[in-house]
C-alpha cells in the first residue's frame, strides 16, 4: 500500500468528517451525485492515483440540501481549474424561478415584483373572448384594468355636431359600469379616468411600477393616431405596449392575403376569405389577478353626462321618460341576454319560403328583421366569435332541417345563416378601414368606408 495514504492505524487525531479522496475523473461528475444518500457514495469507492496531489485539500460542492467538504490527501502542488460551473444556488429561495413566481410577501415593494401589467379597455368591454385580459393576467402578477372617458371624443366637431351623443354616451356609461361589476365579481376592478390615455396611463404604470400595457388594436384613423401617441409616451418610459386583435370574426393574422393587397371590394373580400375557420372563443377567467398594491390606486367614480359636457335632458322624453334609444341597456350582461334570445327565435322559426314562415305572427324575416345587437357589438360588450359561436350550436338543427327541405330555403335562407351573412360585411368594412388608416400614415391615402356595418 502507498505509504502516503492513511493508515487506520495511525494513532493521530482524525477530523470528525469522511475523508473521502476522489480523482480528477470522479470531481467531473455531475452535481447530482451530490446529493446521494452516504452508502449510495460508497459504490464508487476512490481509486489512488499518481494525480491525488493535483487537488485541492478541501472541495466545497453546494447542494440544495447541505454544503458537503469531501477533503482530499494534502498537497503543495496548485489545484486544476474545475471541469463544471455550478448553476445550483445554495439556497433556492434566493433565486427563485422565473415561471410560475411566487407573490412575494411585501407586494409593495416593486423591485420583489415580476410584474405589474395595465390592460387598456378601449372598444372591449367584456369579459368573455378577451384574448387582452386573458394575456395579462396570464403573464403579470398583478393587473389594473383601466379605462379612460378621452375629452378629446365630446364637444363639438369642426362640422358643429356632437362627437359622441347622449345617447351613445348613456349606452357607454352603462357599459363601462357592467365592466367593472363583472371585474369586481372576479376579484379585479376598474380604474376609470377622465382624461387623455397617453397622459393617463403614463402617470398609473409610474405609481403603480408597471412594465407593460396591454390593449386591442383599432382601426379608425383617430384610434390609429391615440395608439402611435400611446407608444410613443410609453417608449420614453421604457415601457413595453402589447396589442391585441379582437373586433373581427376572422382574425387579421388569419386573413389569406397582406392587409395592403386587401381586395377594394366585398365579392373579391368574401372570395378570398371563403372557407377560413373562424378561430375558438377564449372562456373567461373565473379569477383574475388582483390590483397592484404599490401606488394604492383609487378605482375613480364613473362620470355622468355631466361631467362628460352633454345635456341630460336630451334623452328625456316630453312626459319625462327615457325616448326609445335610451331604453337600450349597455353591458356585456345585456348583450348574452339578448344574444341568446335571439338565437333561441332563430331556431324556433321555419326556414324562410314556407308556409309557417309566412303565417308566423312573430316572424324574424321582413323588414323589421333586425338582430338588434349592433349597439353592443360596436362597443365591444360582445365579440362576433362570441355570437358565431353562440348561434352555430343553438341554430345547427335549424339550419341542418332547411338544408334537407326541397321545398324551402336552403341553410342560407335561416336567421343564424343571415347573421353570418352581415357579420362578414362588417369584417369587410373594418379590414378596408383599418387598411386605409395604415396607409394614410404613409402616402396621405383617404379613408372612404366605415368602420361598423349594421347588425
Known amino acids: 500500500m502507498d505509504p502516503k495514504i492513511h493508515n487506520s492505524e495511525d494513532p493521530e487525531p482524525q477530523e470528525d468528517q469522511t475523508q473521502l479522496p476522489i480523482s480528477p475523473s470522479i470531481a467531473s461528475i455531475s452535481l447530482s451525485l451530490s446529493t446521494l444518500p452516504s452508502h449510495f457514495r460508497f459504490l464508487f469507492p476512490p481509486k489512488p492515483s499518481p494525480h491525488l496531489s493535483s487537488l485541492p485539500s478541501k472541495l466545497h460542492i453546494p447542494s440544495q440540501i447541505t454544503s ?135 402617470e398609473l404604470a409610474n405609481m403603480i411600477g408597471a412594465e407593460a400595457v396591454y390593449a386591442h388594436r383599432e382601426v379608425s384613423r383617430d384610434e390609429v393616431k391615440a395608439e402611435d401617441k400611446i407608444e410613443a409616451a410609453m417608449k420614453d418610459e421604457g415601457l413595453e405596449v402589447k396589442y391585441f386583435w379582437g373586433s373581427t370574426l376572422y382574425h387579421v393574422d388569419d386573413l389569406p392575403f397582406k392587409l395592403e393587397e386587401m381586395p377594394t371590394n366585398y365579392g373579391g373580400f368574401r372570395e378570398k376569405v371563403q372557407g377560413m375557420e373562424v378561430r375558438k372563443t377564449i372562456v373567461a377567467l373565473d379569477q383574475l389577478r388582483g390590483l397592484p398594491a404599490k401606488g394604492d390606486v383609487e378605482t375613480g367614480e364613473i362620470p355622468s353626462l355631466v361631467d362628460l359636457g352633454l345635456n341630460t335632458t336630451a334623452t328625456m322624453g316630453q312626459d319625462g321618460k327615457p325616448v326609445g334609444n335610451a331604453s337600450l341597456v349597455g353591458g356585456e350582461t345585456e348583450a348574452l341576454e339578448r344574444l341568446k334570445k335571439f338565437a333561441a327565435e332563430c331556431q324556433s322559426q321555419p326556414p324562410k319560403g314556407t308556409k309557417d314562415a309566412s303565417n308566423s305572427d312573430s316572424s324574424i324575416y321582413g323588414a323589421n328583421f333586425s338582430c338588434k345587437i349592433s349597439p353592443w357589438l360596436a362597443m365591444g360588450c360582445l365579440s362576433p366569435r362570441s355570437m358565431f359561436d353562440e348561434l352555430k350550436n343553438s341554430a345547427s338543427r335549424t339550419i341542418s332541417a332547411a338544408s334537407n327541405k326541397k321545398d324551402g330555403g336552403g341553410p342560407s335562407d335561416t336567421g343564424a345563416n343571415w347573421l353570418m351573412y352581415e357579420l362578414l360585411w362588417r369584417d369587410f368594412f373594418r379590414f378596408i378601414t383599418k387598411k386605409y388608416s395604415s396607409a394614410k400614415q404613409k402616402n396621405g391615402a383617404p379613408v372612404t368606408a366605415c368602420a361598423g356595418a349594421a347588425v
Open 68 to 202: 458537503l467538504s469531501l477533503s482530499s490527501s494534502t498537497t503543495s502542488l496548485s489545484p486544476q481549474k474545475p471541469f463544471f460551473k455550478s448553476t445550483i444556488s445554495s439556497n433556492p429561495l434566493q433565486s427563485p424561478l422565473s415561471l410560475n413566481p411566487r407573490r412575494p410577501s411585501d407586494p409593495s415593494n416593486a423591485a420583489a415584483l415580476r410584474r405589474a401589467s395595465i390592460v387598456w379597455f378601449r372598444n372591449d368591454l367584456r369579459i368573455q373572448d378577451n384574448e387582452c385580459l386573458n394575456s395579462a393576467n396570464s403573464e403579470s402578477m398583478s393587473v389594473l384594468p383601466v379605462y379612460c372617458f378621452d375629452p378629446r371624443d365630446y364637444g363639438k366637431s369642426s362640422s358643429g355636431f356632437d362627437k359622441t351623443g347622449p345617447y351613445r354616451a348613456t349606452f357607454l356609461i352603462q357599459s363601462v359600469s357592467d365592466l367593472r361589476k363583472n371585474l369586481q365579481a372576479r376579484g379585479s376592478n376598474l380604474v376609470v379616468r377622465i382624461g387623455k390615455p397617453e397622459s393617463v396611463l403614463v
